[in-house]
């Protein structure tokens, strides 16, 4: 069936992987033949070399050849890339042996592979199935021979083959100058849309190039592996240094590919442009400044490549050469054009650089600036795009020292208050000809980009500030093209909105700036006209143009308010407690109108609008704005909105948009943590979840979990399961309240308004029941990381692990623990089921603290240290408490547990349970056939170390004081001993049957060092044995009368064992075993001893031993 044929393909992968590295392992170990010199310096090569009768050599040059034929035939045929890696492998240390080799032969065998190569590459008769996986196994045998070459010698391979490449691609670039598919116009880079009447006469020639393609022309293929290969070259840090002569030459080449009339060619070009790119201005991360400042300045870029300026800047000039100006009579003249195919990859490439601080000399050939007009002619062209790039082009362009000017002159450009501008879809008339929506939108793109990275990076504040009272002085005189009623363009509308946004952002970095008052009163005043568009002057049919707009009006209206980007060095205020900050001048604007009722207003209605870009935004902004670290007016008074807690509560309800819902819940998250926070600060002040009386909550919860069951999306359901946090965490503390209190109440006292109510007491204990099997499930391995994370976030939220203090000492002990708490709530034993809950929770939080993830791991056990800090006023929300280790935080969390519980015997059947499944875990690891081993994922973390939880677990158990486990009722002690008894054979058995049906699946197979020596084995053998160890000191620290019955175990397990005892911890172990039972029943009461024990035994072994 279908699964054998998987089955099949899969292990022939495997075995040829397999086979390359044990070839690469070989050639790496076994000798190989060598020549010898002669005193004038000639290689004498004797014939018996030949045959391999020298001394030392294992393989010949034959069987050398035969290799290496292997490796390139594997290479050319094999299209799975992990079996092309481990072939590169492989054939990168054949190559590498064969270079340093003081054989002529050996080193000219290299050569000769790579020959073969460049012949298959460029070989006749290619087809579209040697193009899969981008090449396949090509681009891999030539990192093969360049990384193969010796470090610290000239390389030869290297530079022969790059060249080679380069020359393979360009020669499709001639091949293809005259090509049927491009017309005269191709060679200045634009081709004319032809019209429906003359779409007959093209139609032929269309399905004529179509048919072409299919086949495959000559050149093609080659030059889609010469570019794969220059691809991976370039991608490779470790060829960086010997590549980069030829990084101007390739990127020059791949640019001009941007041309072909072939979609493979470009698409590689793409790729090895991109690699290109990359390699030599660095990676950029978009949502990280830094990554920008790490790149090399426009001045640097072009003095280290010189040849990219002559090019770059002939390629620009003839793009623009016949671009649109924007105006309405070009555009329908000339509606038809499309970009040249060079344009985009060279505007990309100049926005990747960085603005210089210093400006080149006069007259120098290399000047970035010199790109400047032709960057200005894209900027203001008809398309969209180009426009954007260009923008973005004019940023590593312009130096700090010709940033003003070329600001105030774009700034200048805007029309005027008494001007128009030419609407392409009127006729309206206009002064300035060259003045179109275009070109405005153009411009203000240029003044964002310059104001967003050139003016904030500015180290001069003085400079800065100067730069933006100027260009306030002139927008301010060009508000009109950010009212929607004087300027009907929202597009502009919201670009100017940027700008002052960006100026705004700005201006918060220069400090004392006279000028943000001038700039928030325009941005607020014409935000607050953008944001009542949709209100005042509704479209009949949806306008996306509106939607963006009311977006970034949105944005822009709330950060006058609070800014808060990432960007900002220091989150400032504008309106903090009190009124406006000092040394502003807030006059014109009315005292109503920055109310906060006012703002509290605007903020329900766009958090409640209609449309989806204005929730997002708001939400977004509401919910940086509530994870801001001051506690000032503004937030004060949010906190207290009782109409904004039920908007927000609303929503939950209403709002149907997945991100929307994600963005309320964070919000009630954060809202609701920063209320625990401050508690006690602001205690007169009326509370979103502490003034929520146990309905709401309960009403609150359902809701949670109604969505959680029927919500897909993983962050919401993230963010679900931090919510249902903030609910237990008032479960929790209603019902420890009642179950302390419930000894000092009598039956039939209770009240029904009293948090003891036996009703609500099984509803909190519901609930918090199903949020631990919850959270369970949620911290296993195979859950994705970000889920992981948020159950840890959810479990400190929810306060339970605190309770652990509150309800330890009213845990009963007079109880036999069953195993069996959650089948039914039961009031009497409330107290010992809600104890069960809160240690499994604590077990869950300890095995996150051993999850691979090592930022999830740091940040829980900073919280975990919390929980354990002994007073609530130390805990730390402060940032001075010192992080212990992970290992650390582990035992001091057992500890912490056994000093609240280690007086009941349900502690002890935790400890037990805990034990038991580790060992269990790693008996079904170590089941199955070979086959189903092989095929099988991997483990999910590889970070856990079940043996530690163990040690831990058995280390306590061991300290349990037994005698007061027997100090309960009379008619109990036989129970309770019949319960350690019941938990020590149960180990006993475990161990017994796990040790034989081991021997049996391995068939006698004789191991290294012994079976007890294997890796699966060993985890369940010592785990089982070190529990038997530690129940039988346990027990035997209280009185036990017939301690004689407790050998046949003993002697059961050394039977069973017997196999294993090669491993010096487990023959040590077990020597303890014994000795313990000689000292307690009495010295040669175990007769097996003597057979087991021998004179190998260490003296100071410490069955702990990952705990020291």
Not at 579 to 585: E, F, H, L, Q
Not at 875 to 883: D, E, I, K, L
Not at 907 to 919: G, H, I, K, Q, T
Request: charged share 20%.
């Amino acid at each position: 069936g279908r699964q054998t044929e998987q089955i099949v393909m899969v292990g022939c992968w495997l075995a040829m992987k397999e086979v390359s590295l044990l070839l690469g392992t070989i050639i790496r170990k076994v000798p190989l033949p060598t020549s010898d010199v002669s005193e004038s310096g000639f290689q004498v090569v004797h014939e018996t070399d030949l045959s391999n009768t020298k001394s030392g050599a294992m393989l010949d040059l034959k069987q050398l050849e035969v290799i290496g034929n292997y490796f390139l035939e594997v290479l050319l045929k094999m299209k799975h890339n992990g079996a092309i890696d481990k072939t590169r492998a492989g054939f990168t240390a054949l190559c590498n042996r064969l270079l340093c080799s003081n054989d002529s032969r050996l080193c000219k065998l290299t050569e000769s592979w790579m020959e073969q190569l460049m012949e298959r590459t460029v070989a006749k008769g290619q087809t579209v199935d040697d193009l899969l996986r981008r090449s396949a196994g090509i681009p891999a045998a030539f990192i093969a021979f360049f990384l193969s070459e010796p470090q610290g010698t000239p390389k030869r391979l290297l530079p022969r083959a790059l060249r080679w490449l380069i020359d393979v691609a360009n020669k499709s670039l001639t091949d293809h100058t005259e090509a049927n598919s491009f017309s005269a116009d191709a060679c200045n880079g634009f081709v004319e849309a032809k019209s429906p009447a003359n779409f007959s006469e093209v139609a032929p020639d269309i399905y004529h190039a179509e048919r072409i393609s299919k086949i495959r022309d000559e050149g093609v293929i080659p030059t889609v592996h010469a570019f794969n290969v220059l691809r991976v070259a370039f991608n490779d840090t470790n060829l960086a240094t010997d590549t980069s002569g030829f990084s101007a030459e390739a990127l020059i080449i791949s640019i001009r590919c941007f041309s072909s009339p072939h979609w493979e060619i470009r698409n590689s070009a793409c790729l090895a442009y991109t690699a290109l790119v990359r390699r030599m201005i660095g990676f950029l991360n978009v949502h990280k400044r830094a990554s920008v400042r790490r790149a090399i300045t426009g001045l640097e870029f072009f003095h280290r490549y010189p040849p990219l300026h002559l090019f770059l800047f002939n390629e620009l000039k003839i793009a623009t050469e016949s671009l649109l100006d924007g105006s309405s009579e070009h555009l329908r003249s000339s509606m038809a054009k499309v970009v040249h195919p060079s344009l985009c990859p060279v505007l990309i490439l100049l926005s990747r650089l960085k603005p210089s601080p210093i400006a080149s000399e006069a007259g120098d050939p290399l000047d970035p600036f010199l790109f400047m007009p032709l960057i200005r002619k894209c900027s203001v062209q008809s398309n969209l795009r180009i426009r954007v790039f260009a923008s973005r082009a004019l940023t590593g362009l312009v130096s700090n020292e010709k940033l003003p000017f070329v600001l105030l002159d774009i700034a200048s450009e805007l029309p005027g208050a008494g001007e128009h501008v030419e609407n392409s879809d009127s006729s309206l008339s206009s002064i300035r000809v060259n003045s179109s929506f275009n070109s405005l939108h153009g411009m203000l793109l240029q003044l964002n980009s310059l104001l967003d990275t050139n003016c904030r990076d500015l180290a001069d504040v003085s400079k800065k500030d100067n730069i933006l009272a100027e260009l306030i002085h002139i927008l301010a005189s060009r508000s009109w093209i950010g009212s929607p009623e004087q300027c009907p363009c929202p597009i502009i509308n919201s670009c100017i909105l940027k700008v002052l946004d960006s100026m705004l952002s700005v201006a918060r970095t220069c400090q004392m700036s006279d000028n943000i008052d001038v700039i928030w009163n325009l941005l607020w005043r014409l935000s607050s006209e953008c944001l009542d568009l949709g209100v005042a002057c509704a479209p009949t049919y949806f306008d996306p143009t509106i939607s963006e707009l009311r977006k970034q009006a949105a944005s822009s209206y709330f950060n006058c308010v609070y800014q808060t980007s990432k960007e900002v060095a220091e989150e400032y205020l504008l309106i903090p407690s009190g009124g406006p900050p000092s040394g502003s001048n807030l006059s014109k604007i009315s005292v109503n109108e920055i109310s906060f009722s006012r703002f509290q207003e605007r903020l329900i209605r766009s958090i409640s609008d209609t449309s989806y870009e204005v929730r997002i935004a708001t939400l977004k902004w509401f919910l940086l704005f509530l994870k801001s670290p001051e506690y000032n007016e503004i937030k004060r008074s949010c906190f207290t909105s009782v109409d904004l807690q039920t908007c927000v509560m609303k929503l939950l309800t209403l709002d149907n948009n997945h991100k929307c819902l994600n963005y309320i819940l964070k919000i009630i998250y954060s809202w609701s943590q920063q209320e625990y926070h401050n508690n006690g600060e602001e205690c007169a002040d009326p509370k979103f979840f502490g003034d929520m009386d146990s309905e709401s909550v309960l009403q609150f919860w359902d809701k949670v979990v109604s969505l959680y069951k029927v919500t897909r999306h993983s962050k919401t359901r993230e963010m679900l399961l931090c919510c249902m946090g903030i609910c237990i965490k008032q479960f929790a503390s209603s019902l420890s309240i009642s179950v302390v209190d419930l000894q000092n109440v009598k039956a039939g006292e209770f009240n029904p308004h009293d948090p003891s109510d036996p009703s609500k007491l099984s509803v909190f204990y519901e609930c918090i029941s199903y949020y631990v099997d919850l959270i369970e499930q949620h911290t296993d391995a195979s859950e994705p990381v970000n889920m992981r994370r948020a159950a840890a976030e959810s479990m400190i939220a929810s306060g339970l692990l605190d309770q652990a203090k509150v309800i330890g000492p009213s845990v009963y002990n007079n109880q036999i623990p069953d195993g069996n708490f959650c089948s039914s709530f039961k009031q009497e034993k409330v107290v010992n089921m809600y104890a069960h809950k809160i240690l499994d929770l604590w077990f869950s939080c300890i095995r996150l603290l051993e999850d691979e993830d090592e930022s999830l791991r740091r940040k829980l056990a900073l919280d975990v240290q919390n929980c354990l800090t002994s007073k609530r006023s130390e805990r730390s929300f402060v940032t001075g408490v010192v992080p212990s280790q992970v290992e650390q935080v582990i035992e001091r969390s057992f500890k912490h547990l056994s000093s609240i519980f280690g007086h009941c015997l349900d502690y002890l059947d935790f400890l037990c349970r805990r034990v038991l499944d580790s060992a269990n875990h790693a008996c079904f690891i170590s089941e199955g056939d070979l086959v189903k081993r092989v095929f099988d994922k991997e483990i999910d973390n590889h970070h856990e170390e079940k043996l530690l939880i163990c040690q831990i677990c058995c280390f306590h158990l061991e300290k349990l004081p037994a005698s007061r486990f027997l100090l309960i009722e009379p008619c109990n002690v036989h129970e309770v001993k019949d319960f350690l008894q019941n938990w020590r054979r149960r180990f006993a058995q475990k161990l017994v049957l796990f040790a034989k049906d081991y021997v049996v699946a391995q068939g006698g197979a004789d191991w290294i060092g012994g079976v007890g020596n294997h890796k699966d084995a060993f985890l369940p053998l010592y785990a089982n044995l070190l529990a038997f160890y530690g129940l039988s000191n346990c027990i035997f620290k209280g009185k036990q009368d017939d301690r004689k019955l407790m050998l046949p175990e003993v002697e059961e397990i050394g039977e069973a064992i017997q196999p294993f005892l090669s491993n010096p911890f487990l023959s040590n172990l077990f020597s303890l075993v014994v000795k313990l039972h000689d000292k307690m029943i009495g010295e040669g009461s175990c007769d097996f001893s003597q057979k087991i024990i021998d004179e190998s035994a260490w003296d100071s072994f410490d069955r702990y031993f990952l705990l020291r």
